[in-house]
């Protein structure tokens, strides 16, 4: 099992910026457990779950296009953090963010959500 611990999110007007961060943690880790890629979803009300970035173990980064440019994703593999830098926030962005982690032992876990509210 690996539980994902996010924060970060908040109240922002648009145009400004926040930065999510999200912790893996497991017993397993270290002894044959370890993360393959990290990724932010977001989900708005009425909307299905959408892939904002990801990151691969190697460093390989992959946004949406509607994030490109505006949105970072860092990731601290010695850690097992990943961090969303959120810059030039819009309206559109209004969503709850979701940590998610895939493992070298091919399952996927999610963090609980955390809710970024941009105000116009």
């Known amino acids: 099992q690996v539980q994902l611990a996010e924060s970060g999110g908040g109240l922002v007007q648009a145009g400004g910026s926040l930065t999510l961060s999200c912790t893996a943690s497991s017993r397993m880790f270290g002894i044959g457990l370890s993360i393959n890629s990290m990724a932010w979803f977001r989900q708005a009300p009425g909307k299905q779950r959408e892939l904002v970035a990801s990151?691969?173990?190697?460093?390989?980064?992959n946004y949406a296009d509607s994030v490109k440019g505006r949105f970072t994703i860092v990731r601290d593999n010695a850690k097992n953090t990943a961090y969303l830098q959120m810059n030039s926030l819009k309206p559109d962005d209004t969503a709850v963010y979701y940590c998610?982690?895939?493992?070298?032992?091919?399952?996927?876990?999610w963090g609980q959500g955390t809710q970024v509210t941009v105000s116009s």
């Open positions: 998610s982690a895939y493992t070298s032992g091919s399952s996927r876990y």
């Open positions: 990151m691969s173990r190697g460093g390989r980064a």
